[in-house]
């Protein structure tokens, strides 16, 4: 969530009307609900002209919410069927209930799925095939919305690209309530008898309240799995299940409030979307607004027809609320695969462009899928087992393009990395094989680890030769944790110990200062945070979506447990992009000094700053992968390696005034202003910042008498 945005990347929606849009209007009394609702077609235009221009990025920096609408219109609409339908047959309406969900949502689905699988193919790039492949097998059992759940809170995989599926998140999230909420529903009415749908209120109720609490707290916590969870969204559903429980009643409010009503509803939907932004904590509180705002339209139309349903019934919106379906199946894969197709991003003009050609995919789909689909009478079992049918051909075609996915694997000739075990030659062998990595062409047969591997090419401890620690997770905090255990690496014999502290650029040197650590029997003891900057600053988190307040707290305490533990030899790393573009350049650098300051404060340890490593700033490995042939396009220009060259540029005259020692480790990844992707058989990162584990071993020898030179001289080296 690129780097993997919440809602950037995965706001989507998906619902099931109950009553074909077809299905002419019913002759209604005016103090009983009507059964087909025109002004709900037309909502469902609303909710997703937000969504598809949000994403296109058209001026809706808030058009997620169109989803919350969605979840309030399949409530109401999937309680209002089950509902009647049970009282009429007992239990034997789930099934049927079943079918029609395989009926209603299942062929256009499938369709997209494999058409998106198939172009992912042909354009998207080679090591996204097989994510996605494995995406299109996940939705065929609803489980999408908890895969991009884990990879919203994984820090040390964040960053990938946006999948072409990842909008099926919401189908999931409607799936799993209705697995559950048809035997709910019938237990209760049959347990209640004649008050049944009283027992069935309470428990919905219920339900909106405790969803609904969860969504606050969990957004404050963990706003991935806010967003994408089951738990946290059930609310939505519930309230629009209110609605259907509620509709008689709701018929009776008099014309001019229902008016009111209606049109403050909404309002409330077009403000949300125009004033929020993927900077809003979200869902929490801030779903309440449009939520609310599609639970009074919904309210409002329940009795004879009112004011905003003149704008929602205009034939235009009704058609757009018709394919709405569709038009949200097509767009996101659209819009996230066109670029590639075209080979740049997309300007304005195209984005409009991608979205008017899915328009008219999602009408084409719903003239020759959705309709006939609805219309073929077959019955109830067949329908049952045409979805385990559908759903295994997603499957068979995942696996196929998954069996026969673009190789990645180099054709150049073997090669190796020269040796860099003498100590007093490694600066200058690395230094010529950084030269040469720059003029590689083929990537070699034996690159390693290869670019399909190289996400995985983490600095766990648990995994380095010689380690002695049964700690088998990487010793990294994550992003709401406090308190770490102690990581206890190198020679836990070792009379000196070395400290590692700072953020997962610190955590990537790991492999190279504990090779040297076991050489030279060091205790090696590795304090790290993901996203926390070692710098005293407070930042804001981009997963949790608020400030960073765990990282303050960690930060305070580990300086504490350093200085109490009076170590020979700190080492602090981190990242300068961390911190916002808002803060200036001598601020942070001055906020560095702070807390190298307070490590040495007792004058126990040596303090060491590595400054932070050049980046490509793209996907390197999957750059490498698309150009096996010749590397040289991967390589990246140094004065382009920091994404805030000023701070950068800071923290030099900043630390030397201070008297701290640190090593710039340029010279170990550029030469002649360039920065190269592959020295020797070596992928030098494993993403668009982190640098792969075998070459951070390898340049062990140069580190680690650097960092000893610059403790004991307080000079840069």
């Known amino acids: 969530m690129t780097t993997l945005q919440v809602r950037g990347s995965a706001s989507s929606h998906s619902t099931s009307p109950a009553t074909p849009a077809s299905t002419a209007p019913a002759t209604a009394r005016p103090d009983t609900p009507r059964s087909y609702r025109p002004d709900i077609e037309g909502l469902r235009a609303v909710a997703v002209l937000t969504v598809v221009l949000y994403h296109a990025g058209l001026g809706l920096p808030g058009g997620y919410v169109g ?22 047959r007992g239990i034997a309406a789930l099934p049927v209930f079943y079918a029609h969900r395989v009926r209603r949502l299942l062929p256009a689905a499938v369709l997209v799925v494999i058409a998106t699988v198939a172009a992912a193919r042909m354009w998207a790039p080679v090591l996204q095939v097989r994510d996605i492949a494995v995406d299109a097998v996940v939705t065929t059992v609803y489980g999408l919305n908890y895969r991009l759940a884990a990879a919203g809170t994984d820090y040390q995989h964040l960053g990938t ?8 998140w919401s189908l999931a999230v409607e799936e799993q309530f209705y697995l559950l909420w048809p035997l709910v529903v019938a237990a209760l009415l049959a347990a209640g008898r004649s008050r049944g749908r009283l027992l069935l209120g309470v428990a919905v109720a219920a339900v909106v309240v405790a969803s609904s ?37 709701l018929s009776r409010v008099p014309r001019r409030l229902a008016g009111l009503c209606g049109w403050t ?26 939520v609310g705002g599609a639970a009074a339209v919904i309210a409002a139309g329940c009795g ?35 670029p590639h197709v075209v080979g740049h991003e997309l ?54 393009v998954i069996t026969y996915a673009p190789s990645v694997t180099g054709s150049g000739a073997t090669t190796s990395l020269a040796a860099t075990s003498d100590e007093r030659r490694a600066p200058g062998v690395v230094r010529r094989a950084v030269a040469k990595g720059l003029n590689t062409v083929a990537a070699p047969r034996n690159l390693t680890p290869q670019p399909a591997d190289a996400s995985d090419s983490l600095p766990h401890p648990s995994t380095e030769p010689g380690t002695h620690n049964t700690y088998e997770l990487p010793c990294q905090a994550g992003f709401t944790q406090i308190e770490q255990d102690d990581c206890v690496y190198g020679d836990p014999k070792g009379t000196k110990t070395v400290v590692l502290f700072g953020d997962s650029r610190m955590e990537q040197w790991f492999p190279a200062v504990n090779a040297m650590a076991i050489e030279e029997h060091w205790r090696v003891i590795t304090w790290t945070k993901a996203a926390c900057p070692a710098a005293r600053l407070t930042v804001v988190n981009p997963v949790l979506n608020r400030e960073y307040t765990e990282c303050d707290q960690w930060r305070a305490g580990t300086v504490a447990r350093i200085r109490a533990l009076r170590p020979e030899l700190v080492i602090v790393g981190q990242s300068e992009n961390v911190a916002s573009s808002s803060v200036p350049p001598t601020t942070f650098a001055a906020a560095t000094v702070q807390t190298l300051s307070e490590l040495r404060r007792d004058g126990h340890s040596r303090v060491v700053y590595v400054q932070d490593t050049p980046i490509p700033q793209f996907d390197l490995p999957a750059c490498v992968a698309a150009n096996l042939g010749d590397v040289r396009a991967c390589t990246f220009a140094l004065d382009k390696a920091h994404t805030y060259p000023d701070r950068h540029r800071a923290l030099a005259p900043a630390l030397r005034a201070a008297g701290f020692g640190f090593v710039d480790p340029q010279r170990w990844f550029c030469s002649s202003g360039r920065c190269a992707a592959v020295v020797g058989n070596v992928l030098v990162y494993r993403d668009q910042s982190h640098m792969t584990v075998p070459y951070s071993r390898w340049l062990a020898p140069a580190l680690w008498p650097a960092i000893q030179r610059a403790g004991r001289t307080g000079k840069e080296l």
């Not at 939907?269 to 779903?287: K, W």
Request: glycine share 6%.
């Open 265 to 290: 509803g909404l309002v409330a939907i077009v403000a949300a979307a125009a004033r929020y932004s993927d900077a809003t904590p979200f869902p929490g509180t801030a779903a309440w607004l449009p």
């Open 161 to 168: 690209a946006a999948s072409p599926l990842q909008h099926f």
């Open 304 to 338: 004879p027809r009112v004011g905003v349903e003149r704008v929602l019934g205009e034939p235009l919106i009704q058609c757009l609320g018709r394919i709405s379906y569709a038009w949200y199946l097509w767009h996101w894969p659209m819009l996230v695969l066109a």
């Open 67 to 88: 989803v919350d609408v969605f979840f309030v219109i399949s409530g109401f609409l999937i309680t209002r069927q089950l509902v009647g339908s049970v009282e009429a």
């Open 347 to 400: 300007s304005t003009l195209e984005s409009c462009a991608v979205l008017w050609l899915s328009l008219a995919t999602s009408l084409v789909t719903y003239l020759l899928v959705e309709e006939p689909a609805r219309r073929i009478r077959l019955p109830t079992l067949r329908w049952l087992a045409l979805g385990g049918l559908l759903s295994a051909t997603v499957v068979g075609a995942s696996v196929l």
């Open 213 to 249: 609490i969860a969504s606050v707290q969990v957004t404050s916590s963990s706003a991935p799995w806010a967003y994408f969870s089951l738990h946290t969204r059930a609310w939505e559903l519930g309230v629009g299940a209110l609605l259907a429980l509620t509709a008689v009643p």
